[in-house]
């Protein structure tokens, strides 16, 4: 993992994080080793810290 990843997965919103992982082709890089271990782990501390409705809410604008 690069620090320019690292450092934009830190800063992304819970929507960009939620919308990277919807939407980024299959097999992308991010979602592979080190890299994905850690966007996945940033995506599940973010979804609890915004909670439900905002989770609700970034899911329907992304469109699922």
């Not at 993992?1 to 690292?6: E, H, I, L, Q, R």
């Not at 097999?27 to 915004?50: H, N, Q």
Request: zero cysteines; a neutral charge.
């Amino acid at each position: 993992m690069n620090p320019d990843d690292k450092a934009w997965i830190d800063s992304a919103s819970y929507e960009s994080l939620l919308d990277r992982w919807r939407n980024a082709p299959i097999g992308s890089r991010w979602f592979i080793g080190d890299l994905g271990t850690y966007l996945a782990a940033v995506l599940a501390r973010k979804r609890e810290e915004v909670g439900n409705a905002e989770h609700v809410r970034a899911s329907k604008n992304i469109g699922w």
